[in-house]
């Protein structure tokens, strides 16, 4: 989706000594961070989902309170060339709670990678998963606290972009945890280090 992939070629400069190029950090802000209520007669809204919280917060929650219904996050990140065609050291998500209200809950819900996730696709159908959880859920979440998942490498390994879901665990309390949305102060980022 984006042009990232023209730049494949970033890492031969290390060619020289015969060594290694050095490992590169690099933080990808979310292009798509959106709740979804889990079946919804109305169908997949995101719009929905966030007029129901707080201003620039997504949720994951098992019963949210206002639709009564379960809500999962879903996340896109477009990567470019500093990693495509590089190989992957680490992938790590980064999620942070929003400072107020009931932003906090018992559960920071599990990843899954899911199908291609842009903003119209939400309007159409929930995103599908793809294949078993990637990172487990991390216990309770505090008020402005930032979780973190580390993932598979494989995950952005060969790819253009990630794309991924943060499920509601299927039991437990309806108090879900609000994380920021691409408007908020913390965005969701995916922090890969490639060389």
């Known amino acids: 989706m984006s042009g990232g992939g023209a730049g494949g070629t970033g890492g031969e400069g290390g060619e020289g000594g ?12 979310a292009t798509v961070a959106d709740c979804l209520y889990i079946g919804a007669t109305t169908g997949p809204d995101p719009d929905a989902c966030a007029a129901d ?24 990140f477009e990567l470019d060339s500093q ?23 018992p559960d920071s819900g599990e990843v899954v990678a899911v199908e291609s996730v842009t903003r119209d696709a939400l309007f159409v159908a929930v995103p599908m998963q793809v294949g078993g959880v990637l990172g487990a859920n991390q216990g309770p979440v505090s008020l402005g606290e930032t979780v973190t998942w580390v ?23 309806n108090n879900g945890v609000d994380y920021w949305n691409v408007n908020g102060t913390h965005p969701p980022r995916l922090l890969i280090t490639a060389r």
Do not use: C, F, R, W
């Open 18 to 29: 015969g060594g290694s190029p050095m490992p590169v950090d690099v933080a990808y802000t």
């Open 151 to 173: 993932l598979p490498t494989s995950l952005a390994t060969g790819v253009q972009a990630v794309h991924l879901g943060v499920l509601h665990m299927p039991t437990g309390t």
């Open 83 to 105: 990693v495509i065609g590089k190989e992957i050291l680490s992938v790590t998500l980064e999620l942070t709670a929003g400072p107020l209200g009931d932003a906090a809950g």
């Open 53 to 76: 919280q707080m201003a620039n917060y997504m949720t994951v929650d098992l019963q949210e309170s206002a639709s009564g219904l379960p809500a999962n996050a879903y996340l896109a």
